[in-house]
């Protein structure tokens, strides 16, 4: 692959389109870094103040209610657990515990983790069924075992052990968006379109709302500091939607989904999720905030590095753009925050304990064809 070729389109601070060639552009670091957008109204005070939620966009309600247990003295990790469990226990939100899209045997497979800073204690779940919070059983795993991942039939036992019930996750409307997925799989197969009556080879390929299910890396990942300094961090996610079953993203992978260091700060992610795991994405990102970057700059750094390492053809356009999205979530042990996608358009929910509310997050590229 000839990668020097491929041009990148990128925005410059004033929103002017750059052009670039793939090297030029993942070897320009601080041209990158200068190129990034930031769009975040809130003033410097604002954005350095404790305690502090940060999460994804979905957890609006998430960082309310662990703003809610910090105020009330709670602990960081409970805190960010219990605003998670809203989402979680939410069937409308199809990235997430019960209402999760299924893998493609039509299971609802579900990843998480959770670090709790001040004691450095750490804890995940893979491939977990039937379990609306995974959240919780990754604390316990935490907490209960001298492990840190429990995966697929053990993780299930673990948590049927710790008193949690076993339900069916998957809603009629998951399911139903499966057998939509699973129709438009192969245009030579036998399943036939309940709304058309006709079958599969004949009509056209998967409409838009099984392109967004597709496309959708959903998640949540939630973020606290309080006012002591101590960071705690949650993400949790029904992973990849029609996965094979057995894949395991990045959100239960301590240190890809989701990484805190009590001394310095915490990230976490939501979009595709290999290419966090490929690049140890939250670690290194709290790594960079250690050497001394903001939150803002060391996710900015990162996602050139995902950039940098995104070289299968399949990923990249005809113009060498990736084709994917990805978001991180980072603070610091200050209250300094933000929120980084690679493409224009994503957002997240803050808490600076005074205000919730939705900000725009700093992008690096822009879908602009
Ligand atoms: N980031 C969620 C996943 O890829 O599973």
Not at 31 to 52: D, G, I, N, W, Y
Not at 89 to 109: A, F, K
Not at 339 to 365: P, Q, T
Request: hydrophobic share 35%; net charge neutral; with cysteine.
């Amino acid at each position: 692959m000839q990668t020097g070729s491929i041009h990148k389109v990128k925005t410059d601070l004033n929103g002017s389109m750059l052009i670039m060639n793939r090297r030029e552009f993942v070897q320009s670091s601080a041209a990158a870094v200068a190129a990034v957008k930031s769009v975040s109204l809130a003033s410097a005070e604002e954005r350095s103040s404790l305690p502090v939620v940060i999460s994804s966009r979905n957890g609006i309600r998430a960082t309310e209610k662990a703003m809610e247990i910090l105020k009330q003295g709670g602990d960081t990790l409970d805190a960010v657990i219990e605003g998670v469990n809203i989402v979680e226990l939410d069937p409308d939100d199809r990235s997430v515990g019960y209402g999760g899209i299924p893998n493609e045997e039509g299971t609802v497979q579900l990843d998480a983790s959770v670090m709790h800073g001040p004691t450095r204690g750490a804890g995940a779940v893979s491939c977990l069924e039937g379990i609306k919070t995974p959240s919780k059983v990754a604390k316990l795993v935490m907490e209960r075992t001298d492990h840190v991942l429990l995966t697929g039939a053990g993780a299930l036992k673990f948590a049927l052990s710790m008193g949690f019930k076993y339900e069916n996750l998957l809603t009629d409307s998951s399911r139903e968006t499966w057998l939509k997925w699973k129709k438009d799989l192969n245009s030579q197969d036998n399943w036939i379109n309940p709304q058309d009556r006709i079958p599969t080879a004949l009509i056209s390929r998967a409409g838009q709302d099984i392109r967004d299910a597709v496309e959708m890396h959903g998640t949540i990942n939630c973020n606290a500091v309080n006012e002591k300094g101590e960071i705690s961090g949650v993400t949790t996610t029904s992973g990849l939607p029609f996965k094979i079953p057995g894949r395991v993203g990045d959100s239960p992978i301590i240190g890809a989904g989701l990484y805190v260091d009590n001394e310095v700060g915490a990230c976490g992610s939501t979009g595709r999720g290999e290419a966090n795991l490929k690049t140890c994405a939250s670690f290194m990102a709290v790594e960079f905030m250690k050497q001394g970057l903001s939150p803002e700059e060391a996710a900015i750094r990162v996602m050139k590095r995902i950039i940098e390492n995104t070289t299968e053809p399949y990923l990249l356009d005809s113009k060498g753009k990736i084709k994917f999205n990805l978001n991180f979530y980072a603070l610091n042990k200050k209250g300094e925050y933000a929120g980084v996608c690679l493409y224009k358009g994503g957002s997240y929910a803050i808490h600076n304990g005074r205000e919730n509310r939705i900000e725009e997050s700093a992008y690096l590229l822009e879908k602009t064809d």
